[in-house]
């Protein structure tokens, strides 16, 4: 299975070093050719926490950004997406998902099933999770893994390669930061 692109969501509010992380991770161990990052229209499972307007955001995360294959999109504020179900949704009438990874943290893991049609997700795209300090419960504890632990491949290769959507978490170390913290202080 031949997936060159990453899809990578979120506010960043602020833009910080797990975030960078991510980036360099995902595009490195993924191989990708492109990673789009697609700042958040609405999150069903939050309140927005971006107040700045969509062109400011792309505008800033452009400038802070400069990693050639990141590519940042307004495609979740341009069709008002309120979930990852819709951005995908939306993609899929377009392309098939199979050329696609969705990238996500850690600590998306141990939501992951309180996503909007969760179990659509898994079943339509590969998601890879990179490892993040502090979630080290989400791993073996999350719903989505107790529910699917087939999904689950600890192999990178063998997750590379599998013809069907399923999961892997990448990674044992990572940037122990997160944008609430950083809003916060």
């Known amino acids: 299975m031949t ?49 700045k307007s969509i062109y400011s955001q792309v505008s800033d995360l452009r400038l802070q950004i400069k990693e050639p294959l990141v590519k940042v999109s307004d495609f979740e504020h341009r069709y008002q997406m309120k979930s990852t179900y819709d951005v995908l949704k939306k993609i899929s009438t377009k392309c098939s998902l199979n050329s696609f990874y969705l990238i996500i943290g850690l ?16 079943k339509n795209i590969s998601i890879c999770v990179i490892y993040r300090p502090r979630y080290d419960d989400f791993i073996e504890n999350s719903t989505v893994k107790k529910q699917h632990p087939n999904l689950f491949m600890p192999n990178l290769a063998k997750f590379i390669n599998s013809s069907t959507p399923c999961f892997h978490i990448l990674g044992d170390s990572g940037v122990n930061i997160s944008s609430s913290e950083l809003r916060d202080v």
């Open 3 to 51: 997936r060159t692109i990453g899809l990578y969501g979120g506010f960043f509010n602020p833009l910080h070093e797990g975030h960078l992380h991510v980036i360099k991770t995902s595009t490195k161990s993924l191989n990708l050719k492109k990673l789009i990052l697609l700042p958040t229209y609405q999150n069903p499972l939050k309140e927005n926490q971006n107040p």
């Open 107 to 122: 600590d998306q893991l141990g939501h992951f099933h309180e996503w909007m049609e969760y179990e659509w997700i898994t």
